[in-house]
C-alpha cells in the first residue's frame, strides 16, 4: 500500500511519531488519505487516544471540511470528543499536492480531559467575593479612598501575576501604570501601593525617581 501513496504523503509519515512522542502519550498524530474512493489513516501514533488504527476513516470534523473539496482552510485548536467521551483539543491541516488538489491530512488530537478537570478544581479553588475583598481592603487601610482601591486592583489584575512572583521592574512597571494614572495624586496612596507590593514607601519613591529619571 506504502508503494501506491503520493510522494508528499510518503514523506510525511516519519513526522507522525515525531509529532506524538514530541508532545507526548495523550498527542494521537494521524495522516490520512484523501481520494475519491478513500478518507482513511494510512499512518497513526498513539492511537490510544481515539481507538482508531491503520485503515480507520476519518472523524466526522476532517469529512465535514473534506467535502469542501480543494478550498478548504485548516481547521485549528478546535473542541472534539472521542466515541469513549475523552476531551480532545485537535487540529486539522490539509495537505495538497503541486496543483493544489487536497490529497490527505495530518490531524493532531491533544486529549485534555485531565486537564479540564483540573481547570474546574482550580476556578473553584480560587473564586473570591470581590465585595468581601473589597471590605477587606477597608478594614486594612481605612484612609485610603475606594478610587485608588480600584485602580490598583485593576492594574495588577490587568498585569495578571501575583504580587510575590513579581520582580523589581515587574513592580516598577505598575508603580509607572499608577503613576501615569494620577493615582499618587491621592492622599496615602504611596502607603497603600508599598503594602499591596510588599515594599517600604521609600522604594516607592525610588521607583518614582527612577521612572521620571528615565520618561
Known amino acids: 500500500m506504502a508503494r501506491s501513496l503520493h510522494p508528499i504523503l510518503k514523506s510525511m509519515i516519519p513526522m507522525v511519531e515525531g509529532i506524538a512522542r514530541t508532545i507526548g502519550r495523550n498527542c494521537e498524530v494521524v495522516l490520512h488519505e484523501i481520494n475519491e474512493s478513500k478518507k482513511s489513516i494510512i499512518s497513526i501514533y498513539n492511537g490510544h487516544v481515539t481507538g482508531r488504527s491503520i485503515g480507520s476513516p476519518m472523524m466526522d470534523v476532517g469529512l465535514k471540511a473534506a467535502r469542501q473539496g480543494n478550498n478548504v482552510d485548516n481547521i ?62 477597608e478594614f486594612v487601610h481605612n484612609n485610603v479612598n475606594d478610587v485608588l482601591m480600584n485602580i490598583v486592583s485593576e492594574t495588577l489584575e490587568n498585569f495578571g501575576k501575583p504580587v510575590a512572583y513579581m520582580n523589581k521592574e515587574e513592580k516598577v512597571n505598575i ?28 522604594t516607592i519613591y525610588n521607583y518614582l525617581d527612577e521612572i521620571r529619571v528615565n520618561g
Open 175 to 202: 508603580v509607572k501604570t499608577l503613576d501615569g494614572q494620577g493615582a499618587f495624586l491621592i492622599k496615602g496612596a504611596i502607603d497603600y501601593v508599598a503594602k499591596i507590593l510588599c515594599v517600604s514607601r521609600y
Open 76 to 137: 485549528l485548536n478546535y473542541k472534539n470528543k472521542s466515541s469513549d467521551g475523552k476531551v480532545l483539543k485537535s487540529s486539522t491541516m490539509f495537505i495538497k499536492d503541486e496543483q493544489g488538489v487536497v490529497i490527505g491530512c495530518l490531524c493532531i488530537n491533544i486529549d485534555i480531559s485531565e486537564f479540564v478537570v483540573a481547570q474546574k478544581s482550580l476556578e473553584e479553588l480560587i473564586q473570591t467575593d470581590s465585595k468581601v475583598e473589597m471590605n477587606m481592603g
